[in-house]
């Protein structure tokens, strides 16, 4: 009988005549149904569905993802590589600093001890910005010291790294309400600015990494839509700016932000997580986000790290006991942006819980503004009119 319902990977991509990238961008646009297969980390389609793309049973048009070449980010079920290295494995020894140097092809010396200048009226710009959030002060302020640095205004490959560092620095302060940048390794600033501990800094260290970059997710595709001749600054503006759409930031963020409040206030975490299930709701950061189907290894990566961090501490034993019970009911890994929100947590980020992961992927956003820059031409991908047809 399962046989006959259901169909595997291979199977439904020979039957469809897709690669597997366009299988999961299929799933990913609700246009094919999925479902883990037990005792297996693999998971199985309704063939009804398959049929159903073959013979064109579905008005809905599934159009796939449009191709375009970068050498920056490569996604794979297994995990995340930065110009072929693993990020994971990068995450556990490497510096924020290198491995912001590896995906803008320079040299760690781009982050020097000289730091950009302030913008003008800086002393009375930034205590009136002091009460607005991070994200929005960061929109307020990085135009500023735009201006005020023209050397950011070098777009050559050399000095669109140098600002790149400048930019990081800036954002990180801006992020964990300081109001000037620091020279010291970008984690451990950020780790004093929050008063924790040398534990935690490494755990902040491992998660800029691994944030850094997930190849042309929706707030990457416009900033290369952008990336015209802007400057890093602007980059990470237009990155920031794509972050605050509704379906990004409250359909998913917000809801995780408040379901992980709940299980690591409860002293029944489990049963935080089955009232959600038994609603027949899906559980936040547990259903299938991207490539990865059954977990983000990146995740995983982050999560072990917390052990040594917050091994003892009651909100994190709470969160492993809720992960636990959501790994039994779906049969999926968390997603990576569980573990930032609760890091975010325990820093004290309050209402913006997802600064650390913000931070990293600012890395990103400057790497795919260069790139896009260094292509010949401006692209402009036409649109597939869908209106109706003049007479």
């Known amino acids: 009988m399962d046989d006959e319902l259901y169909v595997d990977a291979v199977e439904a991509t020979e039957m469809l005549g897709v690669t597997m990238s ?34 064109g049973a579905q008005r809905t048009r ?22 072929g290295h693993s990020a994971v494995e990068l995450s556990q020894t490497a510096s924020v600093e290198s491995v912001a140097a590896l ?14 200048r302030l913008p003008a009226f800086h002393d009375v710009v930034f205590p009136a910005l002091a009460t607005i959030a991070p994200q929005d002060r960061a929109l307020a302020i990085l135009p500023l010291i735009e201006q005020a640095n023209p050397l950011a205004f070098d777009l050559s490959a050399e000095g669109f790294a140098r600002t790149g560092a400048d930019t990081l620095r800036w954002l990180a302060a801006i992020m964990v309400n300081k109001d000037s940048p620091s020279t010291e390794p970008l984690h451990t600033f950020i780790a004093k600015a929050r008063s924790a501990s040398d534990d ?15 190849e042309f997710d929706p707030t990457t595709n416009a900033v290369r839509s952008a990336a015209t001749g802007v400057t890093p600054y602007s980059a990470v503006l237009v990155g920031l700016l794509a972050g ?15 379901l992980l409040r709940e299980i690591t206030a409860s002293p029944r975490p489990e049963d935080v997580v089955v009232s959600v299930f038994k609603a027949g709701e899906t559980i936040p950061a547990f259903d299938r986000y991207d490539i990865h189907d059954t977990g983000d290894p990146r995740a995983e990566a982050l999560l072990s790290a917390f052990h040594k961090a917050f091994g003892s501490d009651p909100e994190f034993e709470r969160l ?9 009911l779906t049969g999926m890994r968390p997603s990576f942006i569980l573990p930032i929100l609760f ?3 325990k820093l004290g980020l309050d209402g913006h819980e997802i600064g650390i992961g913000t931070i990293g992927r600012a890395i990103g956003w400057i790497a795919h503004a260069q790139e896009q820059q260094m292509l010949p031409g401006v692209e402009r991908p036409r649109a597939t009119y869908t209106g109706p047809l003049p007479e």
């Open 343 to 345: 890091l975010g947590q």
């Open 62 to 83: 599934v159009v796939a993802p449009t191709p375009r070449d970068s050498a920056i980010t490569l996604l794979t079920e297994n995990g995340t590589y930065y110009r």
């Open 103 to 116: 995906l803008w092809q320079a040299d760690t010396a781009i982050f020097t001890n000289r730091l950009p």
């Open 200 to 214: 935690v800094a490494d755990v902040i260290r491992r998660a800029l990494i691994l944030a850094a970059d997930h």
């Open 320 to 328: 492993t006991r809720a992960i636990d019970v959501a790994v039994e």
């Open 22 to 55: 366009t299988l999961y961008a299929y799933v990913s646009r609700k246009k094919l149904r999925s479902f883990p297969t037990p005792g297996s980390r693999t998971r199985r389609y309704w063939r009804s569905d398959i049929l159903g793309l073959m013979t």
């Open 244 to 258: 605050r759409g509704q379906k990004l930031r409250v359909k998913r963020t917000e809801t995780m932000r408040r």
